[in-house]
């Protein structure tokens, strides 16, 4: 009986997928572009499933060349019905390469829905918070307290009249607000991109026309109340209105 050294083109495509996605993946890692997928306290795990898939394709590698005995029989229904299971792995492979990363813009906010109710914290955290907030002249909005802000405004707006705030975000319209009104937006991303919540407050802006959807503020204001759909919400009595550019991590991670 003949044997034959033969090349495994099945282990062939396997590890050109595998080493597909490592590629990517590593590209995402080393550009920071990551961030724009996942939470970065999920960064470590996935350094770890490069690590993980760096070891399968070297495994699937060695199986590309292996020794067989010499017969006839080539279970062509059988290759067939393999290649047909990689189609999806390799289009969504050329989709990840081809299709640039981009951060979620102020289209989506109209489709996923522009939140109005108190973000999830844990009660006590907002009560401690919420006393501190109290005692600010200035309210700072910044991303690491960005959540307790926004939740103790919505919960108790009226604590909070008359106090001065600062707050970054992204302009959003809706056809339900005042011609005067804007809100002023930011993605709320608890694991990734696909779980992000658009957040933020109103603005009531004298100049509102002159921002587009999308645009980034910085905002400098007085609060107050605003009646939308039978709720009393928080309302920033602009200022002052500084365009920026697009923050380099423009979502918010709790």
């Not at 009986?1 to 597909?20: C, E, N, P, V, Y």
């Not at 017969?71 to 019905?81: D, E, G, L, Q, T």
């Not at 955290?125 to 309210?139: C, E, G, N, R």
């Not at 930011?186 to 933020?200: E, I, K, L």
Request: net charge neutral.
């Amino acid at each position: 009986m003949l044997f034959r050294i033969r090349l495994s083109f099945d282990a062939i495509i396997k590890t050109f997928i595998l080493f597909g996605y490592l590629m990517f993946l590593t590209w995402l890692i080393g550009t920071n572009d990551i961030r724009l997928y996942i939470n970065p306290r999920y960064l470590e795990l996935t350094q770890m499933t490069v690590l993980v898939l760096f070891v399968l394709v070297i495994v699937q590698a060695l199986q590309i060349i292996y020794i067989k005995k010499d017969n006839h029989c080539h279970h062509s229904s059988r290759i067939v019905r393999n290649w047909l299971g990689y189609i999806p792995f390799l289009v969504s492979l050329m989709l990840a390469f081809y299709l640039p990363s981009s951060t979620l813009d102020a289209k989506l906010v109209g489709t996923k829905g522009f939140n109005t109710g108190v973000i999830a914290v844990s009660e006590q955290a907002l009560a401690d918070f919420a006393a501190t907030m109290q005692q600010m002249p200035v309210i700072e909005v910044t991303d690491e307290n960005y959540i307790n802000v926004i939740s103790a405004l919505r919960l108790q707006p009226e604590k909070y009249v008359g106090k001065q705030i600062t707050i970054t975000g992204f302009v959003y319209k809706d056809l339900s607000f005042p011609s005067s009104e804007l809100a002023l937006v930011r993605y709320v991303t608890f694991c990734c991109s696909a779980d992000a919540v658009p957040s933020g407050i109103l603005c009531q802006i004298n100049d509102e026309q002159n921002y587009s959807i999308g645009t980034w503020l910085r905002v400098q204001g007085t609060l107050a109340l605003s009646e939308q759909q039978n709720k009393t919400i928080p309302l920033v009595s602009v200022e002052k209105v500084t365009p920026i550019e697009e923050p380099l991590q423009p979502y918010i991670y709790p």
